[in-house]
Each structure stands twice: as structure tokens, then as C-alpha cells.
């Protein structure tokens, strides 16, 4: 019995303590928006905050965790390059990363954005791929 106990115990704190405790996306999160790249510069995507898509590559992040991402619309990147808008989610990891899963021409893709910074009117990141 006194087994019994331990064991019942032991599973109990395994389970409580190796639960992901999910990051909530805050309503007024810098980061909701539509943004427009607009700068490469050090491994670093600049985009620029604007109230609608442009022909160019552009997020919009939604509050509840959706977002339209709009890129290539194939596989060639030699303009003249078409666009289309793509649907997917994002997720805060941790203070600086999100992960974003999104379609493209080929399928869907995921994909982790490194914040470097963030304010009202311009957006930094870095791109990392995700093994899947």
C-alpha cells in the first residue's frame, strides 16, 4: 500500500510538473498588425507597419492568433514575382520568438520569427526554419 501511495505520488508530480504552461497573445501587443517588408539588412527583415497589403511580402497578425501572410505565389522568385495571401496561425514561445504556420504554393511550412524589436511603426526579425 505504502508503494502504492509513492507511485500514485511520484506519477502525479511527473504529470504537473512537465505541463507547458501556454503564453497568452496580449490584445495590445505591438505586434498586431499589417506589416510591409521593406529592408534585408545584417540577417534582419525590416518591415514597416501600414493599413492594407501592398504587392509586396506582408504579414498581418490577428489577436487571436491568426494571421495572413502574403508571398511568392510559386516557386520561382525572379520578378516579375506574383503574390498571393496565404492563412496560418502564430504563437508566442517565449519574449522575442514566435512560431508561425502558415500555407504556401507547395504545401504549409513552419517557421520561427527572432523579435529584435518592435514599435509602432517598424517590425525587425530574423527567420529561423523548424525542423519538422
Wanted: aromatic share 16%; charged share 20%; with cysteine.
Amino acid at each position: 500500500m505504502k508503494r502504492l501511495a509513492l507511485l500514485s505520488f511520484f506519477l502525479c508530480f511527473l504529470f504537473t510538473s512537465c505541463t507547458k504552461e501556454e503564453i497568452k497573445i496580449d490584445q495590445d501587443n505591438l505586434l498586431i498588425g499589417i506589416w510591409i517588408y521593406s529592408n534585408f539588412q545584417d540577417n534582419t527583415a525590416i518591415y514597416t507597419r501600414d493599413q492594407e497589403f501592398t504587392d509586396n511580402h506582408c504579414y498581418k497578425f490577428n489577436s487571436d492568433g491568426t494571421l495572413n501572410e502574403r508571398k511568392n505565389s510559386g516557386w520561382c522568385g525572379t520578378p516579375p514575382i506574383s503574390y498571393s495571401d496565404y492563412t496560418g496561425s502564430w504563437s508566442v514561445l517565449n519574449d522575442t520568438l514566435i512560431q508561425i504556420k502558415v500555407g504556401y504554393w507547395g504545401g504549409t511550412m513552419t517557421y520561427n520569427l527572432d523579435i529584435e524589436s518592435v514599435s509602432t511603426d517598424s517590425l525587425k526579425v530574423q527567420y529561423f526554419p523548424v525542423d519538422e
